[in-house]
């Protein structure tokens, strides 16, 4: 488990969402197009960084 405080990250987003369709192709090892089924894969760029760290406690419990 992980306490701190949450004002010590930072979270932040680069450029527009896209958004693709696909008629053909494996998905999950299934094949989309065999299944009259559709695609649609969104992509979008984040990150999350602790700016911080000291502001944080990583608790953890010993393996018997």
Do not use: W
């Not at 405080?5 to 930072?10: L, T, V, Y």
């Not at 299934?30 to 944080?56: C, D, M, S, W």
């Amino acid at each position: 488990m992980i306490f701190g405080n949450m004002k010590a990250c930072a979270f932040g987003d680069k450029g527009d969402m896209r958004v693709a369709q696909f008629t053909s192709g494996s998905f999950g090892g299934k094949e989309v197009a065999l299944a009259n089924q559709t695609g649609i894969v969104y992509r979008h760029r984040h990150a999350f960084v602790v700016v911080l760290p000291k502001a944080f406690v990583v608790i953890s419990t010993s393996a018997s």
